[in-house]
């Protein structure tokens, strides 16, 4: 079993950034690939970014350039970069995680808790 806890959210301006941050424990945590999810009101929950075991990333479009995932496995920490937030980057985000060899293949299977983002304009 894998828990997550995000931390790092928060009210920013239009313009501005934010750094969201994902402590793991209750696994090998170098060995599974991570991500962050998001949800907005009346919207359905959709990936934002991934980061794999040797460091691979994938992004949303929505985001590419703008926000950056990255890990530390000696912190068993990912991080979230937010820069450039436009007030639609509102929304609850959430960090996975995919049992090994199930990245990029199905759904995460562990879920933190979750953490509010709020853009304003």
């Known amino acids: 079993q894998v828990q997550l806890v995000e931390s790092g959210g928060g009210l920013v301006q239009a313009g501005g950034s934010l750094r969201l941050s994902c402590a793991a424990s209750?696994?090998?945590?170098?060995?599974?690939?991570m991500g962050w999810y998001r949800q907005a009101p009346g919207k359905q929950r959709e990936s934002v970014a991934s980061?794999?075991?040797?460091?691979?990333?994938d992004y949303a479009d929505s985001v590419k350039g703008r926000f950056t995932i990255s890990r530390d496995n000696a912190k068993n920490t990912i991080y979230l970069q937010m820069s450039t937030l436009r007030p639609e980057d509102t929304a609850v985000y959430y960090c996975?995680?995919?049992?090994?060899?199930?990245?990029?293949?199905?759904?995460?299977?562990?879920w933190g808790q979750g953490t509010q983002v709020t853009v304003s304009s």
């Open positions: 996975t995680s995919w049992r090994l060899g199930r990245w990029r293949i199905g759904n995460p299977d562990f």
């Open positions: 209750g696994t090998s945590f170098s060995i599974n690939a």
């Open positions: 980061i794999g075991r040797g460091g691979t990333t």
